[in-house]
């Protein structure tokens, strides 16, 4: 049985329960499978169906933006309200003396936890990574970065 084959039926389904229409599934579900090729080509790909459903999915919400997009009526610019999107100035100073409570609190983890915490969350770099770059244990690595972001956590909770 070919790939298409064994998860075709299954992205249909999953899209269909999403709300896509009938019309939009089978271009969708071909585009996830050509993502995939491309994708095997030059990487490894531990999870086949988790890989098409995943991309199946993304690719559904663009198109439900594109629609959006195109069903939105063109407005004399003159007509229009504009409105700031971004956060007003009460709720961007909290975030600024949020974010420098939590620098606080990263800065009291002892020198290796924050290295291993700042490597793993804000580096992006895998536990096994860690442990090879320090020379210990992948449950070490855990066991630190479990510490770490617990301590972080309660740290924030005196916020």
């Known amino acids: 049985m070919s790939l298409f084959q064994e998860f075709a039926p299954r992205l249909n389904l999953i899209l269909r329960r999403r709300g896509v229409p009938d019309d939009d599934l089978e ?5 996830a499978f050509l993502r995939l090729e491309k994708y095997r080509s030059n990487n490894g790909v531990g999870h086949e169906e988790g890989f098409l459903v995943r991309t199946a999915v993304n690719l559904s919400i663009d198109a439900g933006r594109r629609l959006h997009r195109r069903q939105i009526s063109p407005q004399p610019i003159d007509e229009m309200e504009l409105v700031d999107d971004g956060p007003d100035p009460e ?13 606080a609190g990263f800065e009291r983890l002892d020198p290796k936890t924050r290295d291993m915490v700042r490597e793993r969350r804000l580096e ?8 090879l770059g320090h020379g210990v244990s992948v449950s070490a690595v855990e066991q630190r970065l479990t510490k770490g972001m617990l301590y972080l956590t309660t740290w924030m909770r005196k916020f």
């Open 27 to 31: 271009d969708i579900v071909q585009e």
């Open 124 to 131: 992006g770099k895998s536990v096994k990574e860690i442990a």
């Open 91 to 103: 709720r961007t100073a909290i975030g600024k003396l949020r974010l420098e409570h939590l620098a």
